[in-house]
């Protein structure tokens, strides 16, 4: 058991998060999940006797993060992989949303995470080791309509991990974001609030509605090998889209706003700098 790696998963209940929760166990590995709730957590506990700790924890108390941490390190003796998870969505157009949603959203789905961050990267480089999964989406690229505010908490996500794995590599540590396709994760039920939605914008809505259909993805535990894959790589790459989909979703945006700049390449250079 002294080559087991030691994850800590937040939204280890269910989702991507329970996925990756079980695939480490199965693996051998020692886990300390991490949830608002960790009922759901019992029996796996009971199933893997003495590898799996589950800490309850809200993101959103960055005082909670900073203890539950040391509490995780504490409990099996490091950190190697941490697996930022835990999220939410709001779901509706961008004037529908109030302000406590805007803000309770981002509390959860950015500044949840960077609490983790700033609280397992003391441990990781004292160790000068770890690899740090920061879980966005695939559709960080750009704004997309009813779901705006969860692009934008994941894409700020992303621009500060960028900004973290520049900071951290050379101690050690590594980082990965994960931009996760769309799996039956219960993000758009359990996960979700909804705003009140303005009669303006029912004929967007119908129209949504139609072009996302009623397919919820692929379940989440299709996604594991290849996390699995990507925990053991010496040199992982600092970005990983999850699904093959997903995967060609992405680089037609890329390619759409690449032909956008370049047929605006003129007006582009008549300004200075």
């Known amino acids: 058991m002294t080559d087991a790696r030691v994850w800590f998963i937040t939204g280890a209940t269910r989702g991507l998060g329970r996925a990756f929760t079980e695939a480490a166990l199965d693996a051998g590995d020692r886990v300390v999940g ?22 309850p924890l809200d993101v959103v108390d960055r005082a909670a993060v ?5 509490r995780a390190v504490a409990a099996f003796g490091r950190l190697d992989v941490v697996v930022n998870n835990a999220g939410g969505l709001l779901f509706g157009m961008v004037e529908e949303a109030t302000e406590e949603q805007i803000r309770a959203h981002l509390d959860v789905n950015f500044f949840g995470a ?24 695939m ?3 750009g704004g997309f309509a009813q779901v705006g505010y969860y692009g ?23 980082v990965t974001i994960v931009q996760a396709g769309g799996y039956d994760t219960g993000l ?3 996960g979700t609030t909804a705003t009140e939605p303005h009669p303006a914008y029912d004929d967007l809505r119908a129209e949504l509605a139609e072009l996302w259909g009623d397919d919820a993805g692929p379940a989440p535990a299709t996604a594991a090998p290849a996390v699995m894959e990507l925990v053991g790589l010496a040199d992982p790459p600092r970005r990983l889209i999850l699904g093959g989909a997903s995967y060609d979703m992405v680089l037609a945006q890329l390619d759409q706003r690449r032909d956008l700049y370049r047929a605006w390449e003129d007006l582009s250079r008549r300004a200075p700098g």
């Open 34 to 55: 991490a949830a608002r709730d960790i009922t759901p957590l019992a029996e796996l506990a009971e199933r893997h006797p003495g590898r799996l700790v589950a800490l």
């Open 66 to 70: 900073m203890a539950t941490v040391d």
């Open 114 to 137: 960077v609490w983790v961050a700033q609280a397992v990267v003391p441990h990781l480089r004292a160790q000068g080791s770890g690899h740090i999964l920061q879980v966005t989406t």
């Open 139 to 141: 559709g960080t690229g």
């Open 152 to 174: 934008a908490g994941k894409a700020a996500l992303d621009s500060v991990s960028e900004a973290l794995a520049m900071e951290v590599e050379r101690f050690g540590v590594k």
């Open 188 to 190: 758009f039920t359990l």
